[in-house]
């Protein structure tokens, strides 16, 4: 029996040494969200005094922004994803549920933040047939049919906002996804637009108007 000791230790030794590589592959599968600051921090903000409600954007527009985040390259799929970040300094809780994002170019081009779906189907490229063009196309068919791999149909339903409210002093925050296909320089002179955030008793606040110019100025200067 004291024999097999050693034997027994090489056998256990040799499953880690199998085994750990392949966890750590399962670890670097998981999206992690970065960690949100307050958005008074971001450059690119707009706040409302009287909610004490502060709304920032900060675009995920260079790879060295996006690399050890994504595992997707979304910029290369024309997808623009925006960090969407809300600080509630006041003391009352702020409804999200009925908010809408909206991101208009320079050139008044409105777009709306693409789906779950949306986004698979891109990723996948899997071109539309047939369909009618829109105010705002997506060149996706109506089905999902997809090769995604589950690691990034995983990364992309966690990375997309779904809070539902904005705690007294607290940040919520999550990443909004825009096509930016065939549209030249999306930022210079956009601005993000959030709207239908209410109050406890259920009143809207003001919508907020964020300058992507402001994040701009700030990215040159670094």
């Not at 007294?168 to 030249?184: E, L, N, W």
């Amino acid at each position: 029996m004291r024999r097999s000791m050693p034997m027994m230790a090489t056998a256990v030794l040799s499953l880690i040494v199998l085994f750990s590589p392949r966890l750590a592959g399962k670890d670097e599968k998981t999206f992690v969200m970065p960690r949100p600051a307050e958005a008074l921090t971001y450059p690119a903000h707009d706040g409302s005094d009287k909610e004490k409600v502060v709304v920032a954007a900060d675009p995920y527009d260079r790879s060295d922004k996006t690399q050890g985040v994504f595992r997707i390259k979304y910029n290369n799929e024309d997808l623009l994803p925006v960090f969407l970040v809300i600080s509630n300094q006041g003391s009352q809780p702020i409804a999200l549920t009925n908010m809408q994002v909206e991101l208009v170019t320079s050139k008044r081009v409105k777009i709306q933040p693409a789906t779950e779906d949306d986004i698979l189907r891109r990723i996948a490229r899997q071109p539309m047939k047939g369909d009618q063009p829109s105010a705002n196309p997506l060149p996706f068919p109506r089905k999902v049919k997809t090769s995604v791999k589950p690691e990034e149909r995983e990364e992309i339903r966690d990375s997309r906002f779904a809070a539902q409210a904005v705690e007294p002093h607290a940040t919520r925050a999550g990443f909004v996804f825009f096509d930016i296909q065939d549209i030249d320089e999306p930022l210079e002179g956009a601005h993000l637009y959030v709207s239908g955030l209410r109050n406890s008793q259920g009143q809207e606040l003001i919508f907020f108007d964020i300058p992507l110019d402001l994040y701009l100025e700030h990215a040159r200067v670094k």
